[in-house]
């Protein structure tokens, strides 16, 4: 006959495998609607795993799947433009990660448009997400969560800042002789203490606005333009099944 102690055992863990099962998965969808082929790239926030290598191909007009982590994971997640392999070596024009096709953790040259991402946090299973660009502009791209609790809008930038960008922060290709690929941001073009935030403005109280970050804003505001900037839209959203990131949305 079992004892007391057994049946607890045995309750206890059909009702840890229960909730196991019934949290729902959590799946990240990255959508190209670019006329053209991209390549994503996802790096990680320190000690958190890369995620599908940090980088691959995306053709026009589909989208990859992938499940999520099932804990605490934080990171960015951003397209790469002008890709191709020229003299043996792999190169794009925006967003490049060391010549790299999988990114593997490394970051991205700027100028770039940015989605943020924290998974899985607070007490009610929290989805903090938003787009970023702080470090310019090179893709329109949003962020739409689907079946989350709360509130839960869809954030980012679906203009394309490359036809309206200033010519101080166009970005250039063919070394600044060719096609506007890219908007940078005022701290890339001037890199100025004052535009880049740091030393004395490296505080809420003293970083603020600039003509230049005001125009990042004007197009998109439920984006981040400058450090210490708060988006328009809030959000608190609760156990989303799918973060969708749009690639000109």
């Known amino acids: 006959m079992a004892t007391a102690t057994q049946l607890f055992t045995c309750a206890l863990l059909i009702s840890c ?3 196991h099962v019934a949290r729902p998965e959590l799946i990240i969808t990255l959508v190209n609607n670019c006329p053209f082929t991209i390549y994503p790239a996802i790096q990680p926030n320190a000690g958190h795993p890369v995620l599908e290598k940090g980088g691959f191909p995306l053709q026009t007009l589909t989208h990859r799947s992938f499940r999520a982590p099932d804990q605490l994971w934080s990171g960015r997640i951003w397209g790469r433009t002008g890709c191709a392999h020229s003299n043996g070596k792999f190169h794009c024009v925006t967003g490049d990660c060391n010549n790299r096709i999988e990114c593997n953790g ?9 989605a ?3 998974i899985h946090h607070g007490h009610k299973d929290f989805s903090s997400y938003g787009v970023s660009l702080v470090d310019g502009f090179n893709l329109p791209m949003t962020v739409t969560p689907h079946e989350g609790k709360g509130v839960c809008p ?3 930038c679906r203009a394309n800042l490359l036809a309206t960008c200033p010519e101080r922060l166009q970005f250039r290709s063919l070394g600044g002789h060719g096609h506007v690929v890219g908007c940078k941001s005022g701290c890339e073009a001037l890199g100025t203490d004052e535009l880049c935030c740091r030393n004395h403005y490296n505080s809420p109280q003293t970083c603020r606005a600039s003509t230049f970050s005001e125009f990042f804003k004007h197009a998109c ?5 400058y450090a210490h900037d708060s988006p328009s839209l809030m959000h608190e959203c609760s156990s989303p099944r799918e973060l969708k990131v749009i690639f000109c949305h």
């Not at 505001?221 to 333009?225: D, E, I, L, Q």
């Open 154 to 156: 869809v954030v980012g």
């Open 221 to 225: 505001p439920a984006t981040f333009t």
């Open 17 to 19: 495998t229960l909730f």
């Open 116 to 118: 943020q991402i924290t």
């Open 106 to 114: 490394l970051g991205g040259a700027t100028p770039a448009t940015l």
